[in-house]
């Protein structure tokens, strides 16, 4: 399994930026795809955008497609989301997942290891 550990979140006005950030150790972080969930209080946790394992294909959800980027460096272990024109209906706790082997992938029953998670909250 891969360990991470996210970092960068924060209290936001709304409109405003944040990039998240997940430092990632084990051996095949670098050979399998991540993402960006999040859960919201009441909610189930949702995802948000996955990228392959090299960097080159990207999914995001349409509720942050346009406003937000997700990156890699895998010779530094880590995937960012750049998070743009916050909303308050963004405010969530953000979780970083590696999957299960899978180089891409979308469906969230494919990651199986899960940082902590990061607050983040946008206030109107």
């Known amino acids: 399994q891969v360990q991470l550990v996210e970092s960068g979140g924060g209290l936001v006005q709304a409109g405003g930026s944040l990039r998240l950030s997940c430092a990632a150790s084990?051996?095949?972080?670098?050979?399998?795809?991540t993402g960006w969930f999040r859960q919201a209080p009441g909610k189930e946790r949702e995802i948000v955008s996955t990228?392959?394992?090299?960097?080159?294909?990207?999914y995001y959800a349409d509720s942050v497609k346009g406003r937000s980027t997700i990156s890699r460096d895998n010779a530094k272990s880590m995937v960012y989301l750049q998070m743009n024109s916050l909303k308050p209906e963004d405010t969530a706790i953000y979780y970083c997942?590696?999957?299960?082997?899978?180089?891409?992938?979308?469906?969230?029953?494919?990651?199986?290891?899960w940082g902590q998670g990061t607050q983040v909250t946008v206030s109107s």
């Open positions: 990228i392959n394992w090299k960097g080159t294909s990207r």
């Open positions: 997942a590696a999957s299960n082997g899978r180089l891409f992938t979308t469906t969230p029953s494919d990651f199986d290891s």
């Open positions: 084990g051996r095949t972080f670098s050979s399998v795809a």
